[in-house]
Nanobody, 113 residues
Framework: VQLQASGGGLVQPGGSLRLSCAAS????????MSWYRRAPGKQRELVAS???????NYAYSVKGRFTISRDNAKNTVYLQMNSLKPEDTAVYYC????????WGQGTQVTVSS
């Protein structure tokens, strides 16, 4: 399983970014997909997840601002991030889970003026 995350960058507070995670080496539709993040000096936390049937779950801190979605035809999961705040600054990781966890390499998101 390979997961390639992209779309990170520097954005001003209140701005938007869309992260993408392209998956290969798996039957994508069989996997629950998630985004995690790790901020400097903090533990990794779950940001959002989407199940095989499309059921979504969000961390309280991002609910209403972030949207996770998946395109099974493209083997890709997305994270649309709106109204970004400085506390959203972190490395964001893609995760694919079925019988075991699979991780991508991470993409840096920096929210700063």
């Amino acid at each position: 399983v390979q997961l390639q995350a992209s779309g990170g960058g520097l954005v001003q507070p209140g701005g938007s970014l869309r992260l993408s995670c392209a998956a290969s080496g798996l039957i994508f539709s069989d996997y629950a997909m998630s985004w995690y993040r790790r901020a400097p000096g903090k533990q990794r936390e779950l940001v959002a997840s989407i199940g095989t049937t499309g059921t979504t779950n969000y961390a309280y801190s991002v609910k209403g601002r972030f949207t996770i979605s998946r395109d099974n035809a493209k083997n890709t999961v997305y994270l649309q991030m709106n109204s970004l705040k400085p506390e959203d600054t972190a490395v964001y990781y893609c995760n694919a889970r079925r019988f075991r966890e699979n991780w991508g390499q991470g993409t840096q998101v920096t929210v700063s003026s």
